[in-house]
């Protein structure tokens, strides 16, 4: 949509701006274009980064390292230890 003059602009001043204008739309367009495209190449390289593998993990070693868990403490001990 096209700007009319403002009425204290000479033609040479409104043809500048209208000129600054057009260059200023012009590089907010490249910078949203570059934005686009750098975003673009972030979730590709993290999708890459990502991507599932299907080779074979070597199975775990079974043995006496492995820990049990701490026993579960029982409701009644978790009531006393709430400081009535």
């Known amino acids: 949509m096209p ?3 403002p009425v204290h602009f000479s033609d040479a001043d409104w043809a ?10 012009d590089l907010m367009a490249q ?3 570059d934005r686009e495209a750098h975003l673009e190449h972030d979730l590709i390289a ?4 990502y991507q599932l593998d299907f ?10 390292t492995r820990r049990t868990p701490p ?9 006393r230890s709430r400081g009535r």
């Open 3 to 5: 700007l009319n003059r």
């Open 16 to 25: 500048e701006y209208q000129q600054c204008q057009a260059e200023h739309d």
């Open 31 to 33: 910078v949203v274009a």
């Open 46 to 49: 993290t999708y890459d980064e």
């Open 55 to 64: 080779t074979a993990l070597p199975k775990p070693e079974a043995g006496p």
């Open 71 to 79: 026993p579960h403490r029982s409701p009644a001990s978790r009531r």
